[in-house]
């Protein structure tokens, strides 16, 4: 069974960075990885995804510019470069993946807490 586990963020003043990453362990044999977000009170949030063979990258409106999305196939592993953090970007970020095109994202890690401090 494949199973994702997210790490990388922490504390970082607006304007900053932070790189997240999600480490898949077991053999993925999936359409797509993505990245999703989660404050309190809110309904999960899309970031960004990435067609795992051919690197297709789609972003949210609100990180389209600031966020790449990334993956490594060797490692296994899939990141989410983040610059010029702003408050809203605060959350839980949680990576899942996408068993075939347009289907929906499940699978999620246990997330990662990203708090942007103004």
């Known amino acids: 069974q494949v199973k994702f586990v997210e790490s990388g963020g922490g504390l970082v003043p607006a304007g900053g960075s932070l790189r997240l990453s999600c480490a898949i362990s077991g053999t993925f044999t999936g359409y797509g990885m993505g990245w999703f977000r989660q404050s309190p009170g809110t309904r999960r949030e899309f970031v960004a995804a990435i067609a795992w063979s051919a690197g297709y990258a789609d972003y949210g409106d609100s990180v389209k510019g600031r966020f790449t999305i990334s993956r490594d196939k060797d490692q296994n592993t899939v990141y989410l470069q983040m610059n010029n953090l702003k408050t809203e970007d605060t959350g839980v970020y949680y990576c899942?993946?996408?068993?075939?095109?347009?289907?929906?994202?499940?699978?999620w890690g246990q997330g990662t807490q990203v708090t942007v401090s103004s």
């Open positions: 899942g993946d996408q068993r075939r095109p347009q289907a929906a994202f499940g699978s």
